[in-house]
């Protein structure tokens, strides 16, 4: 019979509960071989925005696979109908809600549904985002606004609707930002101030209510082999259908995804991407100029690029 002392050693559990947690946790057993984490997600309720390709797709999947019951938004409603099907045919429990979060109705109407249909929240991950590429001096400002309003205010709009139901669970908002919220990124002026905006509104929001027992997990990628760059704006505001980086370089959605999903376990609070993410964090927090210098340059390097 195992030693039940030991038993709660091995169990990560919040504050004295040793049943029906409101937290996520990772359960850790011992075997004669190696220590095994058993994810539980079992009966928890996540929503994914940008949910039709991507980082989003991918969390999508990782969270159905954990036993969540997953809500997709996304405006493409076709993919959405595949990859709810995608779910269910791998035995997990998926439904959508065809969302623009640049809409603030849509953004509650979606948490409307969410609660109509599981009447809770545990996680909401904000991942709908849009890129651009072209210098500001040449860009039209509509670019600028319509990477504010989707990657900045879908993402407060989605919080703001979900916050009570998330307080309700002691739950986990997480914001998908980017390498380029903590450092500049030439050629992507409104896409770097719309993930800087991002990180300030989800770092305050996470002081605001450390009382409460919400968690805010913020993610940091690096460049992430998606459709991200193919869509990403140019100067007049079209998708440039074309990525000018080496995509076959970029860590996989799918690795994002996990990663993601071991840090919402975690309650985990930031988290930076990749080896040459964490360098150039790290660089221009210590050498600001002279990273400015090595990231011009190796922006430059791009077919086309804009600066």
Not at 169 to 178: D, E, F, M, Q, W
Not at 239 to 247: D, F, I, M
């Amino acid at each position: 019979m195992k030693n039940p002392t030991q038993i709660l050693k091995n169990r990560y559990i919040r504050k004295g509960q040793l049943e029906k947690s409101n937290v996520l946790e990772p359960v850790v057993e011992k075997s004669k071989d190696s220590i095994t984490k058993k994810y539980n997600f079992d009966g928890k309720v996540v929503i994914v925005t940008g949910a039709s390709s991507g980082i989003g797709k991918a969390c999508a999947f990782e969270f159905a696979k954990k036993g969540a019951k997953v809500v997709l938004a996304a405006r493409r409603e076709f993919e959405l109908k595949k990859l709810v099907d995608q779910i269910a045919i791998l035995g997990g429990e998926a439904s959508y809600l065809k969302t623009d979060v640049k809409l603030i109705n849509d953004c509650k109407l979606l948490i409307d549904y969410t609660i109509q249909k599981y009447g809770r929240i545990d996680v909401l991950v904000n991942n709908a985002g849009i890129s651009m590429r072209a210098s500001f001096e040449e860009l039209d400002l509509s670019v600028i606004k319509n990477l504010m309003d989707t990657n900045f205010y879908g993402t407060v709009y989605c919080t703001k609707f979900a916050l009570p139901y998330l307080l309700e669970r002691k739950g986990t908002v997480i914001g998908v930002s980017s390498i380029s919220g903590l450092v500049p990124l030439p050629g992507r002026t409104g896409y770097c101030a719309s993930k800087h905006a991002m990180d300030g509104f989800l770092n305050t929001l996470r002081i605001e209510n450390m009382r409460k027992g919400l968690n805010v997990l913020v993610v940091h990628p690096g460049f992430t082999i998606s459709n991200i760059r193919n869509t990403a704006l140019n100067k007049y505001g079209n998708p440039q259908k074309e990525t000018p980086r080496n995509e076959a370089e970029m860590m996989s959605a799918e690795k994002v995804a996990q990663i993601i999903l071991k840090s919402t376990l975690k309650r985990d609070r930031s988290r930076v991407l990749t080896m040459q993410g964490k360098l150039v964090v790290w660089l221009y927090k210590n050498f600001p100029g002279i990273t400015d210098r090595l990231i011009l340059n190796e922006m430059a390097k791009e077919s086309h690029a804009p600066v």
